[in-house]
């Protein structure tokens, strides 16, 4: 079966950088669009970026453009969202979602605290 396990949130100050990964496994993870949602408290959840298949195009929601990468390893069928100059607004509970052939499939999500 499809599971998504995402980590490497955390608490970080302002300014600073975090790393989150997500693991997949049980679909053909190349050929799969990829992408980051994140949901604040008392907020609808929103995309942060997504990538295709091939690596060859990603977007980005517009408060985070020149801040964060999404990268991914197909071979270790892994995701990644390389977040820099982290903003007190970036505080939220991120999700990675996979769009197969068989319908859309979330992760438990991980807690990214930016905070003074």
């Known amino acids: 079966q499809v599971q998504l396990v995402e980590s490497g949130g955390g608490f970080v100050q302002p300014g600073g950088s975090l790393t989150l990964a997500c693991a997949a496994s049980?679909?053909?993870?190349?050929?799969?669009?990829m992408t980051w949602y994140r949901q604040a408290p008392g907020k609808e959840r929103e995309l942060v970026a997504d990538?295709?298949?091939?690596?060859?195009?990603?977007t980005y929601a517009a408060s985070v453009r020149g801040r964060f990468t999404i990268t991914r390893d197909n071979k270790k069928n892994t995701m990644y969202l390389l977040m820099s100059t982290l903003k007190p607004d970036d505080t939220a509970k991120y999700f990675c979602q996979a769009s197969t052939v068989t319908g859309d499939f979330w992760g438990q999500g991980t807690q990214v605290t930016v905070s003074s």
């Open positions: 049980g679909f053909t993870f190349g050929d799969t669009v």
């Open positions: 990538i295709t298949g091939d690596n060859e195009r990603t």
